[in-house]
């Protein structure tokens, strides 16, 4: 069973930074797209950040551009969103998700936030940003 599992959550004063890791399970990450998303109580989920399967490319929701940094380690198969300037409004259940290309000369840069496209999700990890 594939699986994705998140790490490096937590609580943290305003201001403050996180690193979130994301490690799959069962399958390797190099043919996939990755993506972090967040839920706020209360909310829909959003997309915040995703990084194309080939590295060269990624995308973020507005309000964390410049704040926030995604990465892959190819060689570890790890994910990493780096959240530094954390706001109160950062505060949710965040989630890594994957997206297999199936075509990887073809898509091997696209990025996207679309929830729908993502076939393969984590548990989620709580992070809390105290004002």
């Known amino acids: 069973q594939l699986q994705l599992v998140e790490s490096g959550g937590g609580l943290v004063q305003a201001g403050g930074s996180l690193r979130l890791s994301c490690v799959p399970y069962?399958?390797?990450?190099?043919?996939?797209?990755i993506g972090w998303f967040r839920q706020a109580p209360g909310k829909e989920r959003e997309g915040v950040a995703c990084?194309?399967?080939?590295?060269?490319?990624?995308d973020y929701i507005d309000s964390v551009k410049g704040r926030f940094t995604i990465s892959r380690d190819n060689a570890k198969n790890t994910i990493f969103l780096q959240m530094h300037s954390l706001k109160s409004e950062d505060t949710g259940i965040y989630y890594c998700?994957?997206?297999?290309?199936?075509?990887?000369?073809?898509?091997?840069?696209?990025?996207?936030?679309?929830?729908?496209?993502?076939?393969?999700w984590g548990q989620g990890i709580q992070v809390t940003v105290s004002s």
């Open positions: 998700a994957g997206d297999k290309n199936l075509h990887p000369t073809i898509y091997k840069d696209y990025v996207t936030l679309a929830d729908f496209e993502y076939e393969t």
């Open positions: 990084i194309s399967a080939d590295g060269t490319k990624s």
């Open positions: 069962g399958f390797n990450l190099d043919n996939y797209l």
